[in-house]
């Protein structure tokens, strides 16, 4: 179990670096652009919609 | 802080945890069960859980902390605004300072690193790096949960600080995925062949992305062609995945089969 949890911090780690590299000056592709805007929210744990809290929150 | 979504809610949940902690430990003595997750919380918090955690929010956390620094305006008037600059000055400082405090304690007594408690408590940037090899005195494997800050923070400062200089901001990025590679095969500094190699493979994968990125610009005008290389950039991020979910169900499906 540990071994395969080493290898998922591993594919993580990868994947955080390339779902910001839209953040550089460049004219990204659609494409490119659609894939990395789904891969961002698996990159970064953002798995569970918070609208309802932010709105209780924040508003 | 609302930007940052569901990670907001992990930061406070850590809070929760630690203070917890603080009331199963004052009431322990009370009741064996607080004793007991006393003890797992403590298991858990100090300090792997929280290295960890660290570790995997440090780039989102630090560049939407940045961003919101360069965006905003010092002398904000809104409550909101003054507590969004404060809280995003305190996770850089705390990220920061955290960072560095953990690599100057690990470069000042290198010969703990293998110790069985040193893994316990603080060994999750360490994990996968055969640390027996520091008995050999090799300090080169330091180096590499120091990159993994280090080229965090560089992707930061050249979003921010080289924002016109696309060429600049290109090389950092070239430069570290390929200097990685080469320490990778020369030091091979984790505990197996396969690991080495995978951590190869990721950075392979960066830079092959960051060649992709130099034509995402005005040196290929025609958007049909950017387009095409699209496709090729999405199918190598997807290629990427696609491999550490294989050898991940494959290291799994290995575990069963050796427990049963």
């Known amino acids: ?59 | 802080m609302q930007n940052i979504g569901f990670l907001f809610y992990m930061i406070l949940a850590q809070f929760l945890f630690v203070l917890l902690h603080l009331a199963f430990q004052t009431c322990r003595k009370k009741a064996d069960c607080f004793d007991k997750l006393s003890q797992k919380l403590s298991k858990y918090l100090y300090f792997n859980g929280v290295l960890r955690f660290q570790m995997e929010v440090f780039l989102e956390v630090s560049i939407y902390s940045a961003l919101n620094l360069y965006v905003h305006e010092f002398n904000a008037q809104l409550a909101i605004e003054v507590a969004s600059i404060v809280f995003s000055c305190l996770l850089l400082v705390v990220l920061s300072l955290a960072s560095l405090y953990l690599l100057l304690v690990t470069c000042a007594r290198p010969s703990r690193l293998g110790s069985e408690k040193f893994k316990s408590k603080c060994g999750a940037p360490f994990e996968g790096i055969d640390l027996k090899k520091m008995k050999e005195a090799n300090r080169a494997l330091i180096f590499w949960p120091a990159m993994f800050f280090f080229r965090r923070a560089a992707f930061l400062i050249a979003i921010l600080v080289f924002r016109g200089t696309l060429i600049a901001q290109l090389a950092i990025q070239n430069f570290i995925s390929l200097a990685l590679c080469i320490y990778l095969q020369w030091y091979e500094p984790m505990d197996s062949k396969l690991a080495t190699n995978l951590e190869t493979f990721n950075e392979l994968t960066v830079l092959i992305m960051t060649y992709f990125l130099f034509c995402f610009n005005d040196f290929v005008p025609d958007a049909n062609t950017r387009s095409q290389l699209g496709h090729y950039y999405t199918s190598v991020t997807l290629f990427n995945v696609t491999v550490h979910l294989i050898i991940m169900l494959a290291s799994s499906l290995q575990s069963i089969k050796r427990a049963c």
Do not use: G
């Open chain 1, 1 to 59: 179990m540990k071994a395969s949890l080493n290898k998922l911090w591993s594919m993580l780690n990868s994947q955080q670096i390339a779902v910001y590299m839209p953040m550089y000056e460049l004219k990204f592709p659609a494409n490119a652009m659609m894939v990395t805007k789904e891969m961002v929210e698996i990159a970064n744990f953002d798995l569970i919609p918070t609208d309802l809290l932010d709105e209780y929150l924040w508003y």
